[in-house]
Each structure stands twice: as structure tokens, then as C-alpha cells.
């Protein structure tokens, strides 16, 4: 009676949890109903034989047939539940279940041959209830499936997690010693409650609500979104759906302004507001303040009537207790027409997406249509083939001559990454970079660079060459290292580099966000002698105080600040008086991106030192920038 509630409160709990259609979950519910029905018959075919007289002896014959049927059938369905959840495969995880009710199906008619031969039970009017000399075949079976899925599990126990293979070999060998136990003590009934401590084992561990729902809007989670769309994938690749991310703008704006926990009653209003225009039972929590919509049974024109109804709200406050907030949200809307795809591909496009919109203005919602997706796969391509550099750098080093006015000659070079032979042709640094920078890639990228330079400064001194120093571009992302220091130091001393001809240079974005980071990285540099140059100033990240207080050799102007010097008395004069104020303060002036001979006089007048543009010099492969530089010696 016991086990029967306990099994009543299970399935309740789980129809409120996971609703994918998965095989998993379909058996599951399966071992919950047998073992249910298997239960309850035992316990009125124990009534009934104990009281053969006071019910009709068809009724009990039949409910004890069932009753037989039933208890090694529990053993079944808890194998096909263990082959379910180590069978990623449909196909195989099918084969081995088909082949599992082999002995189920020989079992079952032996058990209606019963009611010729009587060789399981008997019941008389005489006698009352009898057992056979087969009875034991229940008991068998239930042993063959429990053995069954120790064995299957044993064997795929090397790709299992350790705690699913803990319960997947406990569970059945528990309900063994209980089953065990039942045959020393035929008068206690402990089958059913054998096979309920398993399936609550299984239920809290493996079948829990709290695996598949977010806690807090009750909407399935993002893991039980990626299982939905592989479901779909994997039964029907050419099935369409459709799937939108609503992202909130600004909502760490809410939560710093009345806390997180009425922060978090707005995302329950939310929740609760797409829960109602949404597909039915295919809202999910997708991230912290994003949601999900999956219309896999609508079309196109469904998922965008359900857009328009977010952008509306959007336009009205939301209220949680005593605040109000308007909300605005980006989102990204991908349509799945049956092309090959993955998971992974599907979510990384409808993030690009949610990104992409992002940039535009509130309530923007961004298509992911072949145009993007063929920019995202060009990305993925470009991920890629930045981390086989990685392994086998075969990038080009290209140098840009640098020109110095005081003594009219080439004094220097900038050094510059270029990937110019890859499976998908040229790809240029302005495309490039960023993607490494997103990725983290650049930070060893750069690594992998600074030792190349240092291998061509060796180069030019064994030459006798009159270049005295390379400039080599650091990212922002690079101070997040906290050895960086020490990398830069074992790659120059491993070179037997003279420090003072390595220049290391960074924007005004990377003095902008880590100025205590730089400066002392700068001075740890300078010890060295190792010289500092800051790049690009003018892009308006920094301001002069800031650079005050870094030891900069060289300071280069952007050529943003040249052409509007081209274009503008003011722009000329201000640009004038900054190149005037950095020499005062002891830093070399470099003026780049000159192409002509109006941009030339122009910053020779401001007095800069150096100059750094087509019009001097192109950026050249080592070879050829030897040469040139060798030919003007």
C-alpha cells in the first residue's frame, strides 16, 4: 500500500517535469505504469486468493494472470530504461530493446498456457489458491532483465558519468536482493516495494523536475531546449521549426536599481507574459535574461505575429510591487527549413542573431537568413583555422617601414599579422582580429608573433641593418594574463634579442579599460629596456591625463586625426597642439596612415618625428621588406 502512494506521488511529480518527447522519458513513464499496475494487482490478487469464496473465481483467475505477467515485466521496462539512457543512437538503443522483449513476449504465453496445464497456479473450489512447479520462472525473468542491465551498463561504464553509472548498477541489483529476500519470505510481499525504491532512485537523480526547469519562471531550461531541437534533428532533419530568442536590453539596469530579487519578479512577469502568446509548452528560460520560443508545429507567419505582439507590450511599463520599468528587448528569429544542421550550429546562429540585433535600436529583431548564416559559417571557418595557427603557425609576417624625419631614413617598422593562403583565400586582419580578440585566440596568437619578430630583429642586426626597433601591436585582452610579463621577457631573452629593439604598442581602448594594469606592465618593460608606444590615440578611449603617467616612448596618431586635420583649420590646430604637448612631455610623435603630399607637409608642420603610411612605404613580407630597406642603406 505504501509503495502504491509513493508511486502515485512519483508520477504525479514527473508529468510536471520533463515534457520532451524523448524515448528516455516515454519509458520512464512506461516502468511507472507497470510497476503501478504491478503493485496494484498484487495487492488484489492477495485479497482474492485469500478469500477465493467471497469473489468470483474468473475475476481472480484473471487479475492473478495479470498479476504474474506484470512482476518480471517490472524487470523488463527498467532494462529498456537503462538502454534508453546509455544509447545515444536511436537505432541501436531500438535494436537492443526489440531484442530485450524477446524473452518477455515467451514469458507472457507461457503465463496463458497456465490456464491449460496449471504449471504456475491453480485455484479451486476445493483447495483454494495452489502454485505450480513454474513458478519460479517468475522469479527467473526478473533476475534475466536485472543481470541484462548490470551487463549493459558494465560494458558501457568507460562513457557513462559516474554517478549515472552508480545508479543504473545499484538500482537493479538492489531490487535483486530485495527479490531475494521475497523468495526466502513468500508470506511478505516486497516485490513492488523493490522495484519503488528504484524508481524513486531514479526519479530524484536522473527523472527530477529540477534537471529539465528553471527554478525560478517554471519554464523548461535551455539544456531541455537543446534536447527538444536534437530530438527534432535526429527524427526528422527535413521537419521545419522555427526558433526566437527574446533577449532584455539593460536589465542589470533593473537589479542594480531595486535589487535582483525584484529583478526577479520582473523575469517572472515576462515569463509569465510569453508563456501566454508563446507555443504552448515550448517557452524556455534560455539564459539569465533571455527567453526562448520553439514553433515547431507553426510556420513563419505564427512566429512573426507572436513578435509583434512582444514588440507592442514592449511599449508599455512593467510593474513588479511598487516599481515600474519599460523593458525593451532585441531578438533573433532563425527558421530551420530541413538543411543538414546540428544543435551547435542552430544556437550559435541564433545568438549571432540576438548580437546582430543588439547593435541595432531597442526592439529590433534580427532574421537569421542565408546571407548571415553564410557570415557565420565564414566566422566558424576563421575560428578555425586561427587555432590550426595555433598549432602550426604558417601565418606571414608583413612590415610596415617607418620613416624618421630627423635623420631621413627608415629607423623602424611596424609588424603586421596576414593570413594570405587559407582554405577560404586571403582573410584581412580588419576581419581577423576581431574574431581572436572575441575568442581569446589572440592572446597566444600574439605570443606566437612577438617570437617571430624577434627572430626577424635578429635577422636585421645580422645584417647590419639601420632599423633600430619593431613595433609590435598588443591587444587589451592580453593584460588580462597575469604572467604576461614573464612570457614577454622568455621569448626576447630566448631569442638573445636586444630589448631595446622591440616596441610594444597598444590602443587607447586597452589604456582605457586596464591603466593600472598597463602602467605596470609598462614599467616592469621599461626596466628591461624595453620601450612602450600607445597606438591609435584620437579614437576617443583615453584622455592626455591618463597618458601622463605611462612611460611612452611614442605616441602614434590615429589617421582619423590626419584626414580631419586635411579637413578642418580646428581639427589642423588641435591636432598641432597635441603633437606639441607629447614632445614637451619627452614622446615621440608618429603620424599615421599618410598617403599623400598634402597629408606629408600637413604633419611635417605639426613637427611629428615619424612618419607611417603609403606614402613612404606599403607594409611588405620579410623578404621584401629587407630589401628594401637594405636598398636604401
Not at 548490470?150 to 549515472?164: H, S
Not at 624577434?454 to 609590435?472: D, M, N, P, T, Y
Request: some cysteine.
Amino acid at each position: 500500500m505504501v509503495s502504491l502512494i509513493m508511486l502515485g506521488i512519483i508520477w504525479v511529480y514527473a508529468r510536471r517535469g520533463s515534457q520532451l518527447p524523448s524515448l528516455k522519458n516515454k519509458i520512464f513513464h512506461g516502468c511507472l505504469l507497470v510497476t503501478f499496475s504491478a503493485v496494484l494487482t498484487n495487492l488484489l490478487s492477495t485479497t482474492m486468493v485469500s478469500q477465493y469464496n467471497n469473489f468470483p473465481m474468473l475475476l481472480t483467475w484473471i487479475v492473478t494472470t495479470i498479476y504474474f505477467i506484470l512482476t518480471p515485466l517490472m524487470g523488463l521496462t527498467y532494462f529498456c530504461y537503462t538502454v534508453s539512457v546509455i544509447y545515444i543512437d536511436l537505432e541501436k538503443a531500438r535494436k537492443l530493446i526489440i531484442a530485450g522483449t524477446v524473452p518477455g513476449i515467451l514469458y507472457v504465453l507461457l503465463v496463458f498456457s497456465n490456464s491449460y496445464n496449471k504449471h504456475i497456479f491453480d485455484i479451486t473450489a476445493a483447495e483454494g489458491y495452489m502454485l505450480g512447479d513454474w513458478v519460479s520462472l517468475m522469479f527467473f525473468f526478473f533476475y534475466l532483465y536485472s543481470l541484462a542491465s548490470v551487463g549493459v551498463t558494465l560494458f558501457n561504464r568507460r562513457r557513462l558519468e559516474k554517478e549515472i553509472y552508480h545508479i543504473l548498477i545499484v538500482c537493479p541489483l538492489l531490487t535483486m536482493l530485495v527479490i531475494f529476500v521475497q523468495q526466502l519470505l513468500p508470506y511478505v510481499m516486497l516485490s513492488g516495494s523493490a522495484a519503488t525504491c528504484a524508481l524513486l532512485i531514479i526519479y530524484l537523480h536522473l527523472q527530477n523536475k529540477q534537471i529539465s526547469v528553471d527554478y525560478l519562471t517554471n519554464l523548461p531550461n535551455r539544456q531541455e531546449l537543446l534536447d527538444m531541437i536534437g530530438l527534432l534533428l535526429k527524427r526528422d532533419a527535413e521537419r521545419s521549426f522555427v526558433l526566437l530568442i527574446v533577449s532584455l536590453r539593460s536589465f542589470r539596469h533593473i537589479n542594480n536599481t531595486c535589487g535582483q530579487q525584484k529583478g526577479d519578479l520582473f523575469l517572472k512577469e515576462v515569463a509569465h507574459f510569453l508563456s501566454k502568446i508563446g507555443p504552448k509548452g515550448n517557452v524556455y528560460r534560455f539564459s539569465g535574461d533571455e527567453f526562448a520560443l520553439l514553433f515547431y508545429k507553426e510556420n513563419l507567419d505564427d512566429a512573426r505575429k507572436c513578435v509583434g505582439e512582444i514588440q507592442k507590450r514592449m511599449q508599455r511599463p512593467w510593474q513588479a510591487d511598487e516599481y515600474r520599468f519599460m523593458l525593451s528587448a532585441a531578438m533573433g528569429l532563425i527558421s530551420h527549413s530541413g538543411e543538414a544542421e546540428t544543435v551547435e550550429n542552430i544556437i550559435n546562429s541564433i545568438e549571432y542573431a540576438v548580437a546582430q540585433a543588439k547593435l541595432g535600436k531597442g526592439g529590433k529583431i534580427c532574421y537569421c537568413d542565408k546571407e548571415m548564416l553564410q557570415k557565420l559559417e565564414r566566422k566558424r571557418r576563421i575560428i578555425q583555422i586561427l587555432e590550426e595557427q595555433l598549432e602550426h603557425p604558417s601565418f606571414e609576417m608583413y612590415y610596415q617601414p617607418i620613416y624618421s624625419i630627423e635623420v631621413d631614413r627608415f629607423l623602424y617598422a611596424e609588424s603586421l599579422m596576414r593570413i594570405v593562403d587559407s582554405p577560404i583565400g586571403p582573410i584581412y586582419p580588419s576581419e581577423f582580429i576581431p574574431i581572436a580578440e572575441e575568442t581569446g585566440l589572440i592572446v597566444e596568437l600574439t605570443y606566437i608573433i612577438l617570437d617571430k619578430v624577434c627572430k626577424f630583429a635578429g635577422k636585421l642586426r645580422e645584417l647590419s641593418s639601420e632599423i633600430e626597433a619593431v613595433h609590435v601591436n598588443f591587444s587589451a585582452l592580453q593584460f588580462s594574463q597575469p604572467d604576461i610579463a614573464d612570457r614577454v621577457f622568455d621569448i626576447i631573452e630566448r631569442n638573445q634579442t636586444p630589448p631595446e629593439m622591440i616596441k610594444i604598442e597598444f590602443t587607447e581602448s586597452t589604456l582605457a579599460e586596464s591603466p593600472q594594469v598597463v602602467a605596470d606592465f609598462a614599467m616592469k618593460m621599461l626596466d628591461r629596456g624595453i620601450m612602450m608606444g600607445l597606438d591609435d590615440f584620437g579614437t576617443g578611449y583615453s584622455n592626455i591625463a591618463t597618458v601622463i603617467h605611462i612611460p611612452f616612448g611614442t605616441v602614434k596618431l590615429d589617421k582619423s586625426l590626419v584626414e580631419a586635420a586635411m579637413d578642418s583649420e580646428n581639427s589642423a590646430m588641435a591636432v598641432r597642439n597635441l603633437s606639441q604637448i607629447f614632445k614637451a612631455l619627452g614622446m615621440k610623435v608618429i603620424a599615421e596612415g599618410v598617403e599623400t603630399e598634402d597629408q606629408k607637409q600637413l604633419v611635417t608642420e605639426f613637427g611629428v618625428d615619424q612618419i607611417q603610411g603609403f606614402y613612404y612605404a606599403k607594409p611588405m613580407p620579410k623578404e621584401e621588406v629587407l630589401q628594401f630597406i637594405l636598398g636604401r642603406k
